[in-house]
Nanobody, 114 residues
Framework: QVTLVESGGGAVPAGGSLTLSCEASGSVGLVAMMGWFRQAPGKERELVARLTRNNATRYADSVKGRFTIARGNAKHTVYMHMNSLKTEDTAVYYC????????WGQGIQVTVSP
């Protein structure tokens, strides 16, 4: 059993910043990737950013240059620093861990107001 606990969401005005964090616990095993997905109302879940075991990163084109994913000091912890937030970043953000099976957090709301 793998548990992912997300924190750091909230409501900010456009141009603001937030940092999301995710901590994994349980039978994590060998982690291939950790990352963040998001789902806006009426849209499919999409990859936002991910970090592999070898520290390779991948970002959605829409967040490049604004979001940064980083590994935390604690084992199996990942952060995503979100700057210059836009209204279109409003979504529920989900932490993902692949070991290689996909595990998901419960989701955390990020709301960016005009």
């Amino acid at each position: 059993q793998v548990t992912l606990v997300e924190s750091g969401g909230g409501a900010v005005p456009a141009g603001g910043s937030l940092t999301l964090s995710c901590e994994a616990s349980g039978s994590v095993g060998l982690v291939a990737m950790m990352g963040w997905f998001r789902q806006a109302p009426g849209k499919e879940r999409e990859l936002v950013a991910r970090l592999t075991r070898n520290n390779a990163t991948r970002y959605a084109d829409s967040v490049k240059g604004r979001f940064t994913i980083a590994r935390g000091n604690a084992k199996h912890t990942v952060y995503m620093h979100m700057n210059s937030l836009k209204t279109e970043d409003t979504a529920v953000y989900y932490c993902n861990l692949a070991n290689p099976f996909n595990h998901w957090g419960q989701g955390i709301q990020v709301t960016v107001s005009p």
